[in-house]
Structures are given as structure tokens and as C-alpha cells.
């Protein structure tokens, strides 16, 4: 039996992410992921205020560096997302352990789910995300017509 087509795991790492410094961020079972997903990390700081002004937010984690947003797979197609932002590619983050003193439980560092939506879709729709996320950077909004990630 052949393996279905996943483009959001059949996606090699960026190279700049060493495979043993990555965890991939876990969406509760009971949403459909059929679009794959990517996520945006803002600050911490900026976290309580994004998901206060969205008009719908998706699954969120967060820890005690930034606030990760699930969005469709592909959302940093054609935009450029600001500087203080993060965008993961598979949901899959680094792990900042390097920055941080060494702590005994590594998956305490991991970000958890800090917000659901009852019902729907986990995914935070990401062109709203993107002009909230330039606002609170102090930045313009950039795109390009051509489909470069």
C-alpha cells in the first residue's frame, strides 16, 4: 500500500535547523490537518494582545520565549513576515536550548497548547496574522506576486 502524500511531513528541514533540535508542535486529534500546517511565533510580550484582536484564532501554543500560531502550510508564500516573527515550516521549531541554561526536563521548554478553538479548523487564518503581526513589529506589510517562500 503506497504512503499518502503529506506535503507538511514529506518537507525536507531547512538546513539551517539540525534535525536534533527540532520537536514538532502537536495538534490536538480531533482537528483535521488536511492542509498541512506551518506556524508563526511572535514574541511572548505580543501574545495576550494578538489573540485578544483576532477576529478567529486557531490552535495556540506558548511558552516562556513566543506564542506560536497554526496556520495552513504555505502562509509565508509570497510575504515577508517581520523580523520579530518566526515562521516554522511543519509546525517543527528549534529548540533554543543553546540560549537558555540547561534545565533537567527538556519537554518542560516545549511550548503547550494554550488555546483551542471549540470547534472548526485549528488554523489561525494567516492574512489577518501577517497585517497584526506587521503592526506590532512597527513594520509594512510586503509581498510579491511571485509564489517565492
Known amino acids: 500500500m503506497d504512503r499518502p502524500h503529506r506535503p507538511d511531513l514529506d518537507r525536507p528541514l531547512p538546513r539551517h535547523l539540525p534535525p536534533e533540535r527540532t520537536g514538532r508542535l502537536r495538534i490536538p486529534a480531533r482537528f483535521s ?3 498541512g ?3 508563526v511565533g511572535l514574541p511572548h ?10 477576529p ?3 490552535c495556540v ?3 516562556d520565549l513566543r506564542w506560536w500560531w497554526i496556520v495552513p502550510a504555505g502562509s509565508h508564500i509570497g510575504v515577508v513576515w517581520p523580523p520579530s516573527s518566526a515562521y516554522a515550516v511543519g509546525g ?3 529548540d533554543p536550548s543553546w540560549t537558555r541554561t540547561h534545565r533537567p526536563h527538556p519537554a518542560a521548554d516545549r ?3 494554550i488555546h483551542a478553538p471549540r470547534t472548526g479548523s485549528p488554523y489561525t487564518p494567516p492574512i489577518p496574522l501577517y497585517f497584526l503581526t506587521c503592526r506590532l513589529a512597527g513594520s509594512a506589510p510586503r509581498w510579491t506576486p511571485d509564489p517565492v517562500g
Open 37 to 39: 500546517y506551518d506556524a
Open 61 to 63: 501554543f506558548g511558552d
Open 56 to 58: 478567529r484564532a486557531g
Open 45 to 54: 510580550e505580543h501574545g495576550e494582545r494578538a489573540l485578544a484582536c483576532l
Open 33 to 35: 490537518t488536511a492542509l
Open 111 to 113: 511550548p503547550r497548547l
Open 92 to 94: 517543527r521549531l528549534t
